[in-house]
Structures are given as C-alpha cells and as structure tokens.
C-alpha cells in the first residue's frame, strides 16, 4: 500500500522560512518523480514544484520561483519542499504527490496535505 506523509506545515509569519517533508512507503521512490501542489480555500488545487527521479529538472509554479527549493532524498524515501519568504497568499494546504513520470494534478498518488497559514 503505497502511503506519502507529509509534515511541517504550520504558522509562520510573513518573511519567514518553513521546511515541508514528505516520507513515502509503499513503493520504489526513486523510479517516481515527486511534487508538491497546494490548495487554498475555495480555490483549485494548484502546482507548487515537482522533480525528476534522480533529483534533477527540478520544476516551479512561477508564483513560487526564486523562494521556494524542492529536493529529494531518495535513501530516505522522501521529498522536501524548503519554503523561503514566505507570503500570505501561500496560505494553503500543501499535497505531496507521486507519479512514475511527469507529476501533474492527475499524479497517481497523494498525501492528505499539511496546512501552511503565513499571517502578515
């Protein structure tokens, strides 16, 4: 059974810096390319940051370039998402997801998310 945990999320203030990780089980993490989206109330879920299986082409949503940073630890099964001058509009619940190839909202799994809420 194939499970992504995800941890970290919290309240930090705006400017700060918060670090989300997300251990998988269940399945050969290193053939898996690995992303994070988030969703926000009353807003679709949205692509964040994805990267390849060996820990390159990392990817970013434009919103998030330049402060956020993904990165993979495939021998200990797990993604992290290090999320730097952070703003109030990254407010949201963040997902990680796992997919053989490109992840994408259609990702073949996921987490249950972790909230993130940044107060101004």
């Known amino acids: 059974q194939v499970q992504l945990v995800e941890s970290g999320g919290g309240l930090v203030q705006a400017g700060g810096s918060l670090r989300l990780s997300c251990a998988a089980s269940?399945?050969?993490?290193?053939?898996?390319?690995m992303g994070w989206f988030r969703q926000a109330p009353g807003q679709d879920r949205e692509f964040v940051a994805s990267i390849g299986r060996s820990g390159f082409q990392p990817k970013y949503a434009d919103n998030v370039r330049g402060r956020f940073t993904i990165s993979r630890d495939n021998a200990k099964n797990t993604v992290y998402l290090k999320m730097n001058t952070v703003k109030p509009e990254d407010t949201a619940v963040y997902y990680c997801a796992a997919n053989p190839s490109i992840v994408t909202i259609a990702a073949d799994y996921w987490g249950e998310g972790t909230q993130v809420t940044v107060s101004s």
């Open positions: 269940g399945l050969t993490f290193s053939s898996y390319a």
